[in-house]
């Protein structure tokens, strides 16, 4: 059975029903092939609430999308649950191994602040690398005002950790890391465990955080959620970009890195203070498929959490539902617990 082991209520039932997508959660259910009536899924009791604006925006900062049926599947499912879906033609570039130039990418987050009225979400397209080039030049000063005045959500993950931080330390923007459209919405197979919490992330005001086994510890207080992509994350420590955050419950996950890599990016955070000033660690999901190293002579991921835990006097919990997997839940990045 799975094992609770954090309760968020991030803000409140009322303004998150009227920043999210309650009118919208059965079609996007539908369209991902997914039974709308699943009881593991919590809803709220005011889901007849009209939504004057179901516009997904989408944002593509990172690497390129390389297979065009995947793209269309991706928009087609979301157009199919009642969104509109703007910026479309961001998805569709290339330059070298990115989705469009520096300023290409960086235009899709900077031309927000010449509308007059905001997206219900902003949507990544797909990780990679290539965000932590557009930081500077990010128009925080007028977007992040703008973002949080209308309650605009924005989902993603892995490269787009970076986003997401900047975001959160140069204006207090939160947002969720979740699904994002090419890898998760425009997948073969949808994940129903993804989109279910995907839709209960977005739309009510409190959830549960579960591990598939019993955790030796538990994480209770207070704190705000925040981290993401370790590579990302340990890459900004130094930088105005990184928010500066105490008493926090930090989530990390990543992909294809070896056991002696993930030690050395978790040893950054370490040393730099950082971890030490966290409540609780969460750790999703470190996918490595087949990576294997001579040298590591029996040290394997399991070796870096007890070398963690050796180190901290806080709770290090694993087994997270997050990160580069199938079925991955959807965390708060920049909301109180």
Known sequence: MPSSILHATPISRRTLLQRGFTAASAGLLQACGTNPHQPAISTPEHTAMPLQNNEIALLACSGTLPNAMQRQHGVERLQKAGFSISNRSAIDRQYQRF???????????????????????????????????????????????????????????????????????????????????????????????????FIQATTTADWNIFTPTPQAHQASGEGLFWGGNLSVLSSLTGSPYLPDIQGGLLFLEDVGEQPYRLERMLQQLYLAGILQQQKAIFLGDFAMGRIVDAYDAGYTLDSVIAQLRSQLRIPVLTGIPFGHIHDKTTLPLGYPA
């Open 99 to 197: 989705a469009g130039s520096d300023q290409e990418r960086l235009q899709d987050l900077n031309q927000l602040t010449a509308r007059q009225d905001m997206p219900r979400m902003l949507l990544a397209g797909r990780g990679g690398y290539g965000a932590c080039r557009l930081l500077p030049h990010i128009d925080y000063a007028r977007l992040c005002p703008m973002l949080k005045e209308a309650g605009t959500q924005i989902m993603g993950y892995s490269d787009f950790t970076a986003i997401q931080l900047a975001l959160l330390a140069k204006g207090g923007v939160g947002s969720f890391a979740g699904p994002m459209l090419y890898s998760d919405f425009g997948a073969r197979n949808v994940s129903p465990m993804t989109m279910q919490h």
